[in-house]
């Protein structure tokens, strides 16, 4: 690929292979006048991830602006790596790879098949589309719960699932997300911390202040006392950061959102926790609770959370039980306080 | 030792001989047979039971073949599995030691999730469980998701059922909730009707500044790639059965399945074959489904034809467990106590089934049409040698080309009938005076 493209998909190996036969080195990367353009560039990238600042444009026609624009992207990785927060990584992945797909959109068919490749995902040509490997299908659309991606629903043959571009630059997205989140962080020394030690403290603080307005206060009207075993371990663990598999999480929004809490409020339960936030984003909050699909998810039922692996074991309440939303019900007829109503929770 | 003696005093000595004699024969079988190794052997965890119930053997890890087969020849266990999984360290006790590096893909299918089980002979059972099993093989796994035969395994296993194990490098990796997609798939789960018939514009009118686009769903070919084309072939199919049947038969077909009222039958009936125009030929609704136009008929009518199609689907999730899918055990997914669990374990090819006597085996696409497992999974081992047994009921069947018609009591029958009566539970060897 030629530089102008480079400069677009930066995440691809050859963009850092044609930096170093460039010859540029961190050091002169780091404080050279020459790179001053590349830092902001790269200082600005951080910013949106963080979602501080308009987007910038990140098509350059002169070489020298696509220089920058290619050398930004190594920048904005350092200083990710330098602040060593999951939450930002995620955020940053993310946002490049949401660029990537836009880009990719206005491109050839032969730019979206060599990024893929380099990913590598089996996508190919196929008249008028794409076709993909149904395991790499599988793979990056497993965030995605809704009909329309169900395996079952797209058009299968020998072994390779037929997608008109559209969709396959959203799962061509998935991908490069995952890309950019698993290169990172990078191993950062004292020189480089030094070097953009303003630029840090600024991202720093601002990343303070975006976790901060995440930080839920409670969780409202819903009461965790009320909680079965399986949902309230689902919500300890999401917030002490600890990997949860993707059902429970698909587990804990489905059953937030049945008893009663909005989706900006169950965003904002979890938007202080990276993993979730990443995986589980708005967009997949509104998909699951029905208010940007045509089907609105129950929670998977308490046979299903046991072959999962994600049901504690059960308690006396669980026992008489087969869903873990009767088990909320039941507790809530158990013992009511005074003044709170049946109806507080659905 | 008195207790010991005093406690064999009170067991069944029928049952005492039975098991002797069943352990020596798998014994001599293991010591003759050389065991089948999966691939990546070293990475699985291997499990058994033995002729004491419950008693189960698991977190096992062999490293070399002489290492397997000394253990199943000094052991002799009744039933022998090893993971679908591969692992870093196969005899850790806990999954998060064991270290999960990827799984194949296993489609079990037995005979105790048909619907009609319990009216059928073992061999009808079997037969059964074997056209599903080549249609899983055929119509999914080869045509749709196109695994190459080369990277697949058809496994008779020993008792009611047929595996699929599936072990192309491109799923080993993919973790449950890919696998439940793959299951989901298979039997049609989540099927949208709406994936299967496009609305396709063939109208439009601007009226005073509105547009109004009039749209008709547009059925699919037979050909289409995918559940579209199962679909429409399954449409295709059912009408020509139900014009092959008389108005009266049709009708009583339609309501065999569960839920469908008389009014959706006839309704769906007349949709499909009332005349609806005489000229210049008769046209009836299912011409007109055979040229496509799946709006001929009501929505009712072909939201009922799409859910009885569906439901011949041969691979279907009976009882939610006709297809289930093993291999789908997560690193770090569970770290309970497993030792009665042997779910996620898959019988081992060339082992013996415990509850008949008969060899799991590996068998090519093509030699899957002529098995007959009571003939060809009876084990090589097994002799002629006449065995008295003694039968709790009267027994007729057909075992390696013989048929035996008999009475219960004392008979004395071929060894290899004997072993499998006597697995089976149907007859006790009579202790040698
Ligand atoms: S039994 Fe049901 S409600 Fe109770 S913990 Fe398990 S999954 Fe949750």
């Not at chain 1, 007829?333 to 709170?340: A, F, K, S, V, Y």
């Not at chain 2, 298979?186 to 099927?191: E, I, N």
């Not at chain 2, 309704?267 to 136009?293: H, M, S, V």
Request: aromatic share 8%; hydrophobic share 40%.
């Amino acid at each position: 690929m030629e530089l102008s493209a480079l400069a677009k998909y930066p995440f691809l190996r050859e963009a850092s292979a044609f930096i170093r036969s460039e010859g540029v080195t961190l050091e002169e990367l780091l404080s050279e006048p020459a790179y001053a353009r590349a830092r902001a560039l790269g200082r600005t990238r951080v910013h949106e991830a963080l979602e501080k600042g308009p987007e910038s444009p990140r098509v350059a026609i002169a070489p020298a602006d696509q220089l920058s624009q290619l050398l930004a992207y190594p920048v904005a990785r350092i200083l990710v790596s330098a602040l060593g927060d999951t939450y930002l990584t995620r955020r940053f992945a993310l946002r490049e790879a949401i660029a990537a797909e836009g880009l990719l959109g206005q491109d050839s068919d032969e730019a979206i098949l060599h990024v893929a490749a380099e990913l590598p995902m089996d996508l190919r040509r196929e008249d008028g589309g794409f076709r993909i490997h149904f395991s790499d299908f599988l793979r990056f659309t497993n965030t995605m719960r809704d009909a329309p991606w169900k395996l079952i629903n797209q058009p299968l043959e020998r072994g390779y699932v037929t997608l008109r571009r559209q969709k396959a630059l959203r799962v061509l997205r998935n991908a490069v997300q995952r890309h950019i989140e698993q290169g990172l962080p990078l191993p950062v020394n004292d020189d480089i911390v030094a070097a953009f030690k303003s630029d840090l403290s600024e991202i720093r603080g601002l990343l303070e202040a975006k976790k901060a307005t995440f930080k839920a206060e409670d969780i409202g009207k819903v009461s965790i006392t009320r909680f079965p075993p399986c949902m309230y371990n689902l919500l300890a663990q999401i917030q002490n950061h600890e990997n949860v598999p993707h059902m429970g999480r698909f587990a804990i929004v489905a059953f937030l959102h049945h008893i009663g809490l909005g989706n900006e409020e169950i965003f904002r339960v979890f938007g202080d926790v990276p993993d979730f936030a990443a995986d589980v984003t708005k967009y997949q909050i509104d998909h699951i609770t029905g208010a940007s699909s045509p089907t609105e998810y129950t929670p998977p039922e308490c046979s299903t959370m046991k072959s999962y692996g994600i049901c504690p074991g059960p308690d006396r309440i669980c026992l008489t039980i087969k869903h873990p939303l009767s088990y909320y019900r039941i507790k809530g007829r158990e013992r009511r306080p005074r003044g709170e109503s049946a109806s507080t929770a659905t | 030792m008195a207790s010991m003696a005093a406690g064999m005093a009170v067991a069944d000595p029928a049952k005492e001989a039975t098991t002797r004699f069943l352990r020596s024969q798998f014994h001599r079988y293991y010591e003759c047979t050389k065991p089948t190794l999966p691939d990546r052997f070293g990475r699985r965890e291997f499990g058994f039971m033995f002729w004491t119930p419950g008693i189960v053997q698991r977190h096992l890890g062999f490293s070399k073949e002489e290492e397997l087969k000394d253990f199943l020849v000094s052991r002799v266990p009744t039933h022998a599995y090893y993971s679908s999984a591969y692992y870093d360290h196969p005899n850790a006790p806990t999954m998060e030691e064991k270290g999960w590096l990827g799984a194949d893909l296993v489609f079990d299918l037995d005979a105790d999730h048909l619907p009609k089980a319990a009216s059928m002979s073992y061999p009808e059972m079997l037969e059964a469980i074997r056209l599903k099993i080549v249609h899983l093989y055929d119509d999914f796994l080869q045509s749709d998701f196109g695994f190459d035969p080369k990277s697949m395994r058809l496994v008779f296993s020993g008792g009611r059922g047929y595996h699929i194990h599936v072990f192309d490098e491109r799923v080993w990796s993919l973790g449950s909730h890919e696998r439940r997609e793959i299951v989901d798939y298979v039997t049609g789960k989540g099927l949208e009707v709406g994936s299967v018939f496009r609305e396709s514009a063939f109208d439009r009118k601007d009226f005073q500044g509105h547009t109004r686009v009039k749209t008709r769903l547009v059925a699919p070919t037979s050909e289409d790639p995918g559940w579209r084309g199962k679909i429409m072939r399954g449409v295709n199919g059912l009408a020509a059965k139900l014009e092959g049947l008389s108005p009266n038969e049709a009708i009583k077909f339609l309501t065999s399945f569960e839920g469908v009222t008389d009014a959706d039958a006839s309704n769906l009936y007349e949709n499909l074959f009332k005349p609806r125009a005489t000229k210049p030929r008769i046209i009836r609704g299912i011409d007109r489904l055979r040229e496509g136009q799946i709006e001929s008929l009501s929505d009712r009518s072909r939201d009922l034809i799409i859910r009885l199609v569906k439901e011949l689907q041969p691979v279907r999730d009976e009882a939610q467990a006709g297809v289930s899918l093993e291999g789908i055990v997560q690193r770090g997914e569970t770290d309970e106590p497993v030792t009665s669990d042997i779910k996620r374990l898959i019988r081992m090819p060339s082992s013996l089934h415990g509850k008949t006597g008969l060899q799991v085996v590996t068998l090519s696409r093509g030699a899957i049409d002529d098995f007959r497992p009571l003939r060809d999974a009876v084990p090589k081992t097994w002799t002629e040698d006449r065995i008295r047994v003694n039968l709790k009921n009267k027994i007729t069947m057909e075992i390696r080309g013989e048929v035996f018609n008999l009475a219960p009591g004392v008979n004395d029958v071929p060894q290899y009938l004997a072993i499998f009566l006597a697995a089976r539970g149907l007859a006790t060897v009579v202790p040698e005076a």
